[in-house]
């Protein structure tokens, strides 16, 4: 499909997500695998406790010898053994017998309960002491006290994370204990990155007439990065087609995912992006009904997804973060594609021009809710608005004022530490 009409960034997104589609699973050890999706169902190999434990330092009992038992009158059993940690006991807890053991050690054949150290006349933890030849139990337990017992987290079998789940540090410390040392996640996407414009010169070099440095390259790889996406730098083509089409020939040698070029679609006579993709590319939308940020195309350059974000760096960076943010998530495997999103008070009158307005904000939580307020000025040009804000509060299409106490849609882009 494509459109030379104006779209919604609503329709301009469902568009962008219809074009891409989460990338192929590959393995990775599973200490890269934080961040990641998984591709694939988890099932447990193993039960989780594998075998059943005891929960305290104490003495493995059978629960039915001591019920009687209580301070002022203690009941003696002789001490078999000692189990630590690691170690399998070979004996058989037998009527009137007990074995000491630590923490996370197996449990004994024949004991059903354990009772802590500090319910007995021996209340040391210190596995260096002797053994004693008995014990004094002075309190009562039951069947299954301070055992965990084999499977009680996860039975072996089981279904343990779907396919689709985000792998945080305790996905990680659940695969570990499974056994999981491989693990099935969508591939990284590999996001092309190209600045165009004869202005731009690279960082390192002292400005000269005329010339400014190129920080899109820079601020939208590390947005890609944030996303834990790789970003693969195309360099800067100048106002030439030929040069957007060498830089473009790269990337496709390079088996990228997406391409994120900034500047050159809008409709001036050096916006050579939007040429060459007309010549050579497919392209669904040119503009979106937005600001800021109104020229960003989308479409495919020779089969590969191309989002053609604005040159002002704030408009590269909101459009990034309303339509490449989404896409590239979905390559990743994500299903929750948007930012976390809260209502605010507004705490002043903000006018726009009728398009969905991205308001760069500092959103702070007081005793009555959530109230924002703009960091001032909103050229599409002033990088320091996004610098002081932590959010995007969007001012709906068709309206041109909104008033102080308006409640608004907040996009959060820090969140929750930078909110208080
Ligand atoms: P354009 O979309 O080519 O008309 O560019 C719009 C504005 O963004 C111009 O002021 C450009 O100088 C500026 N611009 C374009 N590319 C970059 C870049 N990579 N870094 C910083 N500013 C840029
Ligand atoms: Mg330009």
């Given at each position: 499909?494509?459109?030379?009409?104006?779209?919604?960034?609503?329709?301009?997104?469902?568009?962008?997500?219809?074009?891409?589609?989460?990338?192929?699973?590959?393995?990775?050890?599973?200490?890269?695998?934080?961040?990641?999706?998984?591709?694939?169902?988890?099932?447990?190999?193993?039960?989780?406790?594998?075998?059943?434990?005891?929960?305290?330092?104490?003495?493995?009992?059978?629960?039915?010898?001591?019920?009687?038992?209580?301070?002022?009158?203690?009941?003696?059993?002789?001490?078999?053994?000692?189990?630590?940690?690691?170690?399998?006991?070979?004996?058989?807890?037998?009527?009137?017998?007990?074995?000491?053991?630590?923490?996370?050690?197996?449990?004994?054949?024949?004991?059903?309960?354990?009772?802590?150290?500090?319910?007995?006349?021996?209340?040391?933890?210190?596995?260096?002491?002797?053994?004693?030849?008995?014990?004094?139990?002075?309190?009562?337990?039951?069947?299954?006290?301070?055992?965990?017992?084999?499977?009680?987290?996860?039975?072996?079998?089981?279904?343990?994370?779907?396919?689709?789940?985000?792998?945080?540090?305790?996905?990680?410390?659940?695969?570990?204990?499974?056994?999981?040392?491989?693990?099935?996640?969508?591939?990284?996407?590999?996001?092309?990155?190209?600045?165009?414009?004869?202005?731009?010169?690279?960082?390192?070099?002292?400005?000269?007439?005329?010339?400014?440095?190129n920080s899109n390259s820079y601020a939208q790889a590390a947005q890609i990065a944030t996303l834990g996406a790789e970003p693969v730098n195309l360099g800067v083509a100048r106002d030439r087609e030929s040069d957007v089409r060498h830089k473009l020939a790269l990337g496709l040698e390079e088996g990228l995912d997406l391409f994120v070029s900034s500047a050159g679609v809008s409709v001036g006579a050096y916006d050579v992006?939007?040429?060459?993709?007309?010549?050579?590319?497919?392209?669904?939308?040119?503009?979106?009904?937005?600001?800021?940020?109104?020229?960003?195309?989308?479409?495919?350059?020779?089969?590969?997804?191309?989002?053609?974000?604005?040159?002002?760096?704030?408009?590269?960076?909101?459009?990034?973060?309303?339509?490449?943010?989404?896409?590239?998530?979905?390559?990743?495997?994500?299903?929750?594609?948007?930012?976390?999103?809260?209502?605010?008070?507004?705490?002043?009158?903000?006018?726009?021009?009728?398009?969905?307005?991205?308001?760069?904000?500092?959103?702070?939580?007081?005793?009555?809710?959530?109230?924002?307020?703009?960091?001032?000025?909103?050229?599409?040009?002033?990088?320091?608005?996004?610098?002081?804000?932590?959010?995007?509060?969007?001012?709906?299409?068709?309206?041109?004022?909104?008033?102080?106490?308006?409640?608004?849609?907040?996009?959060?882009?820090?969140?929750?530490?930078?909110?208080?």
């Amino acid at each position: 499909m494509s459109t030379q009409e104006d779209l919604t960034v609503e329709q301009a997104l469902a568009m962008v997500l219809t074009g891409v589609e989460p990338l192929p699973s590959e393995k990775v050890p599973l200490g890269d695998a934080l961040g990641r999706v998984l591709a694939d169902p988890i099932a447990a190999g193993d039960s989780l406790p594998p075998f059943a434990n005891s929960s305290m330092d104490g003495y493995a009992v059978r629960a039915e010898d001591i019920q009687t038992a209580a301070n002022d009158s203690p009941i003696s059993l002789k001490v078999l053994t000692d189990i630590a940690a690691g170690f399998v006991a070979d004996v058989v807890v037998r009527q009137g017998t007990a074995a000491r053991i630590m923490t996370g050690a197996a449990m004994p054949q024949g004991a059903d309960a354990v009772v802590p150290v500090e319910d007995t006349n021996e209340p040391w933890r210190d596995s260096e002491r002797p053994l004693p030849d008995t014990v004094l139990i002075r309190r009562a337990v039951q069947k299954g006290d301070y055992v965990r017992p084999i499977g009680e987290d996860i039975e072996a079998g089981q279904l343990v994370l779907d396919a689709g789940h985000i792998l945080r540090p305790q996905e990680i410390g659940v695969l570990a204990a499974l056994g999981v040392s491989n693990v099935p996640v969508h591939r990284r996407p590999r996001v092309g990155l190209l600045a165009t414009g004869d202005e731009l010169i690279p960082v390192e070099q002292a400005l000269e007439p005329g010339k400014i440095r190129n920080s899109n390259s820079y601020a939208q790889a590390a947005q890609i990065a944030t996303l834990g996406a790789e970003p693969v730098n195309l360099g800067v083509a100048r106002d030439r087609e030929s040069d957007v089409r060498h830089k473009l020939a790269l990337g496709l040698e390079e088996g990228l995912d997406l391409f994120v070029s900034s500047a050159g679609v809008s409709v001036g006579a050096y916006d050579v992006v939007k040429a060459v993709l007309e010549k050579e590319g497919n392209v669904g939308f040119w503009r979106v009904r937005m600001r800021p940020g109104k020229p960003l195309a989308f479409g495919n350059y020779h089969g590969v997804p191309y989002l053609g974000l604005p040159g002002n760096p704030v408009s590269a960076m909101v459009s990034f973060e309303r339509f490449v943010r989404p896409a590239i998530r979905k390559l990743a495997g994500f299903s929750d594609l948007d930012r976390p999103e809260v209502s605010v008070v507004l705490q002043e009158e903000i006018s726009s021009d009728g398009r969905e307005t991205y308001v760069r904000a500092v959103v702070t939580r007081t005793a009555d809710g959530y109230k924002a307020i703009s960091t001032g000025s909103q050229g599409s040009n002033i990088l320091t608005s996004l610098v002081k804000a932590n959010a995007l509060v969007i001012i709906p299409e068709g309206v041109r004022q909104v008033e102080a106490g308006t409640v608004l849609r907040a996009l959060m882009i820090d969140w929750p530490e930078t909110v208080f």
